[in-house]
């Protein structure tokens, strides 16, 4: 996420943490690169200027210049105009009104990812406990209404479509009756798009927008258009009305200075951020971690709630009393590395951890996910007994197991030797008895665990 300007921040802050007093000069100097970074980021130019002169009026006082650690606290101005930048409003939906049902629009322009976010939000509104009913309004895009069938479909989501109705006002207006009489609290409507802005797009949208009056107009943006993505929002905000933006595609290549610019020049906030191809990659967006990742200090907290949804209460409990009883099999194993996949791509995995968040400029080598897929076919080749008793796999049986998995007798070896050594830690730490302080280092060992399954 935002790899290219990550990696130029940080490398300010690691010239000035090497200097042992900081002067005027030297600040200037960091500025001058932070800014080079903002604009090359397509950060809008205006933002860019305010921003640097907000940190240079609070960098270069006194109190900052004299301080012990003087680049710590540059560090934490420059995080906390970040911040700013997004303004105070939370994200996620706007507080509901007690409006049944809440109609969500939204809008943006054709490519920009809505009936895919239309399915993901639905998704994130089945887990705060809602019941959302999807509905299209795009009759003049070729399978559109097709797609948007198929995602809910995935997604497990009831998607309103009358059969023979193509006006897309009617389609709207007639979804929110649907819902009323079967119970459904969200209506999720997703409007058509053009390249471009016109007038009868914008006819179009203020038509159903006055039909079904609805709680929130999400802009839909894509991370990837930079600025063009900004101007359009401003457009539909002018002529529609938006509310929030959710901008998708964040976890790509982009350089994604889009995403700090849109509050200050469309002067609404960001909603929601699109971080992956998963129905279930949509986060509300929150300003502090997606600055603590941009600036290399990781996000515990979204870890610990990626971990919290991907980990089942009992199969935790199940792990821990198997790491007491000294009785880990590869198994547990393959069970732990299915556990670390569904909590996401390993790279955005390990980007929320501190100090970990950009291993290529630590010359460290990258997450491999097939890597993963490679150890799990290596156990999935295995018999039940052998995955039960790893002590029972000599030569014969690891030459079968690589032909089965399409690896080689080496990769089986080291698999096994990892395993092993993780059964001897395990060994130790399972025989420490309970207590606050072993229980701290049984969950430091699952952590270990993890750690191992990404250089099988």
């Given at each position: 996420?935002l790899?290219?300007?990550?990696?130029?921040?940080?490398?300010?802050?690691?010239?000035?943490?090497?200097?042992a007093r900081?002067?005027?000069?030297?600040?200037?100097?960091?500025?001058r690169?932070?800014?080079?970074a903002?604009?090359?980021?397509?950060v809008?130019?205006?933002?860019?200027k305010?921003?640097?002169?907000?940190?240079?009026?609070?960098?270069i006082?006194?109190?900052?210049?004299?301080?012990?650690?003087?680049?710590?606290?540059v560090v934490?101005?420059?995080?906390?105009e970040?911040?700013?930048?997004f303004?105070?409003?939370?994200?996620?939906?706007?507080?509901?009104?007690?409006?049944?049902?809440?109609?969500?629009?939204?809008?943006?322009?054709?490519?920009?990812?809505k009936?895919?976010?239309?399915?993901?939000?639905?998704?994130?509104?089945?887990?705060?406990?809602?019941?959302?009913?999807?509905?299209?309004?795009d009759?003049?895009?070729?399978?559109?209404?097709?797609?948007?069938?198929?995602?809910?479909g995935?997604?497990?989501?009831?998607?309103?479509?009358?059969?023979?109705?193509?006006?897309?006002v009617?389609?709207?207006?007639?979804?929110?009756?649907?819902?009323?009489?079967?119970?459904?609290?969200?209506?999720i409507?997703d409007?058509?798009?053009r390249?471009?802005?016109?007038?009868?797009?914008?006819q179009?949208?203020?038509?159903?927008?006055?039909?079904?009056?609805?709680?929130d107009?999400?802009?839909?943006?894509?991370?990837?258009?930079g600025q063009?993505?900004?101007?359009?929002?401003?457009?539909?905000?002018?002529?529609?009305?938006?509310?929030?933006?959710?901008l998708?595609?964040?976890?790509?290549?982009?350089?994604?200075?889009?995403?700090l610019?849109?509050?200050?020049?469309?002067?609404?906030?960001?909603?929601?951020?699109g971080?992956?191809?998963?129905?279930?990659?949509?986060?509300?967006?929150?300003?502090?971690?997606?600055?603590?990742?941009?600036?290399?200090?990781?996000?515990?907290?979204?870890?610990?709630?990626?971990?919290?949804?991907?980990?089942?209460?009992?199969?935790?409990?199940?792990?821990?009393?198997?790491?007491?009883?000294?009785?880990?099999?590869?198994?547990?194993f393959?069970?732990?590395?299915?556990?670390?996949?569904?909590m996401?791509?390993?790279?955005?995995?390990?980007?929320?951890?501190?100090?970990?968040?950009?291993?290529?400029?630590?010359?460290?080598a990258?997450p491999?996910?097939?890597?993963?897929?490679r150890?799990?076919?290596?156990?999935?080749?295995?018999t039940?007994?052998?995955?039960?008793?790893?002590?029972?796999?000599?030569?014969?049986?690891?030459?079968r197991i690589?032909?089965?998995?399409?690896?080689?007798?080496?990769d089986?070896?080291?698999?096994?030797r990892?395993?092993?050594?993780?059964?001897?830690?395990?060994?130790?730490?399972?025989?420490?008895?309970?207590?606050?302080?072993?229980?701290?280092?049984?969950?430091?060992?699952?952590?270990?665990?993890?750690?191992?399954?990404?250089?099988?």
């Amino acid at each position: 996420m935002l790899d290219a300007l990550s990696n130029r921040l940080q490398d300010v802050f690691r010239t000035l943490r090497g200097e042992a007093r900081l002067s005027e000069t030297i600040v200037e100097t960091a500025l001058r690169e932070i800014r080079m970074a903002l604009l090359e980021a397509d950060v809008n130019f205006k933002v860019v200027k305010a921003f640097v002169d907000r940190v240079r009026e609070r960098a270069i006082g006194q109190d900052v210049l004299r301080s012990l650690t003087p680049a710590q606290q540059v560090v934490k101005i420059v995080r906390d105009e970040l911040v700013a930048l997004f303004g105070d409003m939370p994200g996620g939906l706007r507080p509901d009104k007690g409006v049944a049902p809440r109609v969500i629009l939204l809008l943006g322009l054709q490519g920009s990812g809505k009936t895919t976010t239309a399915a993901k939000l639905g998704r994130w509104l089945i887990r705060q406990g809602r019941h959302p009913l999807l509905v299209s309004t795009d009759v003049r895009r070729p399978a559109a209404i097709q797609q948007l069938n198929v995602l809910g479909g995935q997604a497990e989501l009831r998607v309103y479509d009358p059969a023979g109705e193509m006006d897309p006002v009617r389609r709207a207006s007639t979804s929110i009756t649907e819902a009323r009489n079967l119970g459904f609290d969200v209506v999720i409507v997703d409007t058509a798009g053009r390249l471009h802005i016109d007038d009868e797009l914008m006819q179009e949208l203020t038509s159903i927008r006055d039909a079904v009056g609805p709680t929130d107009a999400l802009y839909v943006a894509d991370a990837m258009t930079g600025q063009d993505a900004i101007k359009s929002a401003g457009e539909f905000n002018r002529q529609v009305g938006v509310t929030g933006v959710v901008l998708t595609k964040l976890d790509g290549d982009a350089r994604g200075g889009a995403a700090l610019s849109v509050v200050a020049v469309v002067g609404v906030p960001i909603a929601f951020v699109g971080m992956g191809e998963r129905l279930d990659d949509l986060e509300p967006f929150q300003a502090e971690r997606l600055v603590s990742r941009l600036l290399g200090m990781g996000d515990v907290l979204s870890l610990i709630e990626r971990a919290e949804s991907a980990i089942d209460s009992a199969d935790a409990a199940r792990m821990e009393e198997t790491m007491r009883s000294q009785d880990f099999t590869l198994d547990d194993f393959q069970a732990q590395l299915r556990t670390l996949k569904k909590m996401g791509p390993l790279e955005q995995v390990l980007g929320m951890i501190p100090g970990l968040g950009n291993l290529k400029q630590l010359g460290a080598a990258q997450p491999d996910e097939k890597e993963m897929n490679r150890v799990e076919a290596i156990i999935g080749s295995m018999t039940k007994g052998e995955r039960r008793n790893y002590k029972t796999i000599d030569g014969n049986r690891r030459r079968r197991i690589a032909r089965g998995s399409g690896t080689s007798v080496e990769d089986i070896n080291r698999l096994l030797r990892q395993f092993m050594q993780m059964r001897k830690m395990l060994k130790a730490v399972g025989g420490m008895g309970g207590g606050t302080g072993n229980r701290k280092r049984m969950r430091q060992a699952m952590a270990m665990i993890k750690g191992r399954g990404l250089r099988a």
